[in-house]
Every structure is written in structure tokens, then in C-alpha cells.
């Protein structure tokens, strides 16, 4: 919004002209997004308690956990609400690639707000079936993605491959599927990940300021050239959108850090998962997701290991999955696990980010 009121203020005031730059805008966004988060969140929790809006525990989980039941839920609620506030207060909202990531977001937000208001009102972790949500997911992702393909014109189906100049694949109309897979399994993977106090909110900072660089780079023409990377005019707003994502994180830190105050519940985890995934379809960074989100993708494949190994052999490869809880029950402290866990996420950001040189 004030990228556009700026064109006409800045003839009155000149210093209104600094809204021009998308560095200032971002800055800005992530001001604003941490603002909102530190502001309101405090209100949310209280209203949470007061209508018994509690988070029931697993009974197949951890038994240490149980002590978590009834602790606020839906935070995420708050966290997506700022993200997307500040995103569209200082992004281009004529940028059709602002409102597929702003889409994504909001559509996997709602799916996850039906899901924990299903799981909060009868007190049971089922919520929406496992088959909804994938209808859900993939509906919503095959129709942005499509939103992308048809009506951008210029926008690219070449998925590249990290680490490699030259080598890339034109999927042409498999784009879509491979892109909506890319999105929805982001999406579940970071659910996945969100069992433990501040455990999520890490990695997705860090990935989210990977993508901002990615799509900052993508979006500068001189930049995109230099590094011999696909020059994406517009992209660079959504460096605004990931500031906003790092913002928020931030602020929902404050309050899920351990002991958590308030968890984030689906409506946060479905839907920042969705926005990353959709991040790395838009800047062309599909496979370096692998790379950026390998925390996600840790945990993901924990389970599919688990589930596997049983089904064929009637053995467990883990404890208990996913890959966070086998830990716990070994012995390992919860604070312990979330801490490494973020170093190994910034580690994994800087190499996804190095792999726009090492080519």
C-alpha cells in the first residue's frame, strides 16, 4: 500500500521517496511484522485461556509432554496475520507474485485453522482427515502454480539443479504437479516438525532469509547476471514477504521459547510451511529447498522411514517418530534437541545460499 501512496506523497515530501527501495521496504515490513507480533500475541494467549482454547497432547507421544495440555493454541493465527499485514502495507500489490505467496499462505492458514478448531472443540489430536488435507493442499497449490504458468507471462517451467551451471530441466506442464508436490510437502513436513517448544520457528527463519536473498538476487538484473542465476523481474518483492516471515518468527520466539507460552498449532505451520515451499517455486530454488529446509526434510523422511520399516518388517527404525521425539526418549533435553537443531538450520541456510556461487 504505501509503495503506491509514496508516488504521490513524495511530490509533497521528498523523503516519502525512500519507499522506492526495496531494501527499506523490507526493513520496514519486518518492523512492522515484529510489532504486531509483540503487541498482540500477549492479548491472544489471554483470550485463548479464557476460552479454555487448549492444545490436547498425543496419547502415543512422549509421556513428558502431557504436562503441555491446555497450553494456549493457534498462535500461528497471530504470526500469519502480522506476516501478511506487513507484506502488503510495503509490497507491490500489482506483482501477481505477492498475492500467489500471500494465497498460499492464506489458503493453507484456513485449513489449518479448521483443523485445530476440530481438534480443540472435541479435545482429540485428529482434527481433519489426513486424505482432506491433502485435497486441500494440492487443490490450492495446482491452482496458484497454474496462476503462475498461464497468465505470467515470462515465467519460467526450468526447474535447475543446485551446484550446476548449465544442468536443468524444462518439465514444461509437469511443472505443476512437480511444483504443487514441492509446496504441499513443505507444507507437511514443517507441521511435522512443530513438537517441540520453539523447535519450527527456528528452521523457518532461516529458510525464509535463504529465500530472501534468493529472491532478492533473482529480482536485480545486474546481481542475477553476475552470478549467472534466471533473472526474475519482480521477484524481489517477495525479499519483503520473507523479512516479514523472519519478523514474525521472531516475535512468536518470544513466547514459544521453552517453557512455551502458546503453541502455533496448523494454522501456523501449514501455512508458513506453504508460503516457503511456494518461495522456492517463484525464485526458481525448487531443489535447494532440500538443502535450505534439511531440518524439514529430516523429519519428514524420519516418519516415512518409520512407517515404512513397520509396514514391511514389523520394526520400528526409531523410538518414536518423528526424528525430535526419538531423541527425547533418548535421553536428550528438549532444549538441547531445539538448539541444535537451529544451528544445523543456519549452517544448511548459508550453504543453500553459497550454492548461488558455487557453480
Avoid at 521528498?14 to 518492523?31: C, D, E, I, P
Avoid at 482427515?129 to 491433502?134: E, T, Y
Avoid at 504437479?177 to 514443517?190: D, K, Q, W, Y
Wanted: aromatic share 12%; net charge positive.
Amino acid at each position: 500500500m504505501f509503495y503506491h501512496l509514496q508516488y504521490i506523497l513524495s511530490e509533497y515530501v521528498g523523503a516519502f521517496n525512500v519507499l522506492r527501495y526495496l531494501t527499506f521496504r523490507s526493513m520496514m515490513a519486518f518492523l512492522v511484522t515484529l510489532a504486531l507480533v509483540l503487541l498482540l500475541q500477549p492479548s491472544f494467549i489471554r483470550w485463548v485461556a479464557e476460552k479454555y482454547l487448549g492444545q490436547p497432547i498425543r496419547d502415543d507421544g512422549p509421556e513428558s509432554h502431557q504436562i503441555k495440555k491446555g497450553t494456549p493454541t493457534m498462535g500461528g493465527l497471530v504470526v500469519v496475520s502480522a506476516i501478511l499485514i506487513g507484506t502488503l502495507l510495503f509490497a507491490d500489490l500489482t506483482n501477481l507474485y505477492v498475492w500467489v505467496v500471500v494465497g498460499i499462505t492464506v489458503i493453507y492458514g484456513a485449513l489449518g485453522f479448521v483443523d485445530d478448531f476440530s481438534k480443540i472443540k472435541v479435545q482429540n489430536t485428529s482434527g481433519v482427515s489426513a486424505r482432506m488435507k491433502l485435497v486441500w493442499q494440492f487443490a490450492g497449490a495446482i491452482a496458484l502454480v497454474s496462476l503462475l504458468v498461464f497468465c505470467k507471462e515470462g515465467f519460467s517451467t526450468v526447474v535447475h539443479v543446485p551446484f550446476f551451471k548449465t544442468l536443468a530441466f524444462d518439465l514444461g506442464y509437469m511443472f505443476i504437479p512437480f511444483t504443487a508436490l514441492v509446496i504441499v510437502g513443505t507444507s507437511n513436513a514443517v507441521n511435522l516438525t512443530d513438537g517441540l517448544d520453539g523447535l519450527v520457528i527456528g528452521p523457518v527463519m532461516t529458510t525464509a532469509f535463504a529465500y530472501g536473498v534468493f529472491a532478492y538476487v533473482a529480482g536485480n538484473a545486474r546481481i542475477a547476471e553476475y552470478l549467472q542465476i534466471a533473472y526474475i523481474p519482480g521477484c524481489g518483492d517477495l525479499a519483503i514477504f520473507a523479512a516479514a516471515i523472519v519478523a514474525g518468527g521472531l516475535g512468536f520466539l518470544w513466547f514459544n521459547s521453552f517453557p512455551a507460552q502458546v503453541f502455533m498449532g496448523d494454522v501456523g505451520s501449514l501455512s508458513l510451511g506453504g508460503a516457503l515451499g511456494m518461495l522456492a517455486v517463484v525464485t526458481k530454488q525448487e531443489l535447494v529447498l532440500l538443502i535450505a529446509g534439511g531440518v524439514f526434510v529430516a523429519e519428514a523422511l524420519s516418519v516415512i522411514a518409520q512407517v515404512a520399516s513397520f509396514k514391511l518388517t514389523g520394526k520400528r527404525v526409531l523410538r518414536m517418530a518423528p526424528l525430535h521425539h526419538h531423541f527425547e526418549l533418548k535421553g536428550m533435553a528438549e532444549p538441547k534437541i531445539i538448539v541444535r537443531a537451529w544451528i544445523i538450520s543456519v549452517v544448511l541456510a548459508l550453504i543453500a545460499i553459497a550454492t548461488l556461487k558455487l557453480r
